[in-house]
């Protein structure tokens, strides 16, 4: 059974621009979790999506972050536009029943210069 | 406010010896523990959640809800062991990470 697989692994921008990251969950997980850890702080929470809505976005740090999950199967979240505080290693987890063990995908790591 | 406290950022042990990674958390209601590891190269993966009370790898960990605390234990520590620890605990599903403790055991 293929994990949760993330994409882009590495994405390195320039402030102001734009960057998509996407994530795969293990397939039948209704959960899926976004989280991210800035250099040198502990890992936070972002949102939690249940099949295609948010159940939980208290984690987003303010509008220019934006995840949907259409379909309920996929999950992209864009960071538009970038700056530079919003370097870090996203990443994305998934789990069948709520709450659960959380499978974690590798991580998108952004860099933003 | 939800807080989860690691005190040590690295733990540095060697092989055979007992190690103990702490945690403290404070958390409204009854939250539910969990431990997880992130080895050297591979992704963060669940190591031990509170209610199942298993042994996972050796390491146990004993809620004391008096002091808030879920630390993790391992009687002998052997050197696949050095990673990095994550302290979460969840109440509404979502885990609240503290900030790691590295644990390195030397030969």
């Known amino acids: 059974e293929a994990g949760v697989t993330q994409f882009p692994s590495h994405s390195v921008i320039e402030k102001g621009q734009t960057v998509t990251l996407r994530c795969d969950p293990i397939s039948g997980h209704d959960n899926l979790y976004w989280y991210r850890r800035v250099m040198g702080k502990e890992i936070k929470f972002l949102l939690h999506f249940v099949k295609e809505s948010k159940q939980d976005e208290s984690g987003m740090p303010n509008n220019r972050f934006l995840a949907e999950r259409t379909g309920g199967t996929y999950s992209t979240l864009k960071v538009q536009p970038a700056e530079l505080e919003d370097s870090g290693v996203y990443f994305c987890?998934?789990?069948?029943?709520?709450?659960?063990?959380?499978?974690f995908g590798e991580g998108s790591r952004l860099t933003v210069l | 406010a939800q807080r989860v406290t690691q005190p040590e950022k690295l733990l540095s042990v060697f092989k055979g010896a007992p190690v103990e990674l702490k945690c403290n958390y404070s958390?409204?209601?009854?939250?539910?523990l969990f431990w997880y590891v992130q080895y050297s190269r591979q992704r963060l993966q669940l190591l031990l959640r509170?209610?199942s009370r298993e042994s996972i790898k050796g390491f146990t960990a004993d809620l004391n809800k008096g002091e808030t605390s879920f630390h993790l234990k391992k009687p002998f520590a052997q050197e696949e062991d050095s990673a990095m620890y994550y302290c979460a605990p969840s109440n509404t599903g979502k885990l609240i990470f503290g900030q790691g403790t590295t644990l390195q055991v030397k030969p």
């Open positions: 958390y409204s209601g009854s939250p539910e």
């Open positions: 509170h209610i």
């Open positions: 987890a998934s789990s069948r029943n709520f709450p659960g063990e959380l499978f």
